[in-house]
């Protein structure tokens, strides 16, 4: 599946903003998504994470309470919604998309199997 982000930008700190993953070539039902972010000389981590249905999900601690992922399958889209935003949320973001015949968030990155170009989050002081 084809993946591509949009929705990244600049922001002042405690503003908001929803990215957005389109999907392409498969239907996004199929698949468990999930958003990651790098920042400037850190790893790969994983931010938020849904289950093909929507119903089951997984946030990183830094995330709880400011981020929400959701998804559309019929759009073939997911979002994360991003507010409360800090400086150190600054990272570029990727979506990532799981082929699984289960229906529960992905933790492990090992099993996303299709990326997308990522898209850049700044977060201004």
């Known amino acids: 599946v084809q993946l591509v982000e949009t929705g990244g930008g600049l922001v002042q700190a405690g503003g908001s903003l929803r990215l957005s993953c389109l999907a392409s070539?498969?239907?996004?039902?199929?698949?468990?998504m999930g958003w990651f972010r790098q920042a400037p000389g850190k790893e790969r981590d994983l931010v938020a994470a849904?289950?093909?249905?929507?119903?089951?999900?997984y946030y990183a601690d830094s995330v709880k309470g400011r981020f929400t992922i959701s998804r559309d399958n019929a759009k073939n889209t997911v979002y994360l919604q991003m507010n409360s935003l800090k400086p150190e949320d600054t990272a570029v973001y990727y979506c990532?998309?799981?082929?699984?015949?289960?229906?529960?968030?992905?933790?492990?990155?090992?099993?996303?199997?299709?990326w997308g170009q990522g898209t850049q989050v700044t977060v201004a002081t």
């Open positions: 849904v289950s093909r249905s929507a119903g089951s999900k």
């Open positions: 990532a998309a799981d082929l699984t015949a289960l229906d529960s968030a992905t933790t492990d990155s090992y099993q996303y199997d299709d």
């Open positions: 070539g498969r239907p996004l039902s199929n698949y468990a």
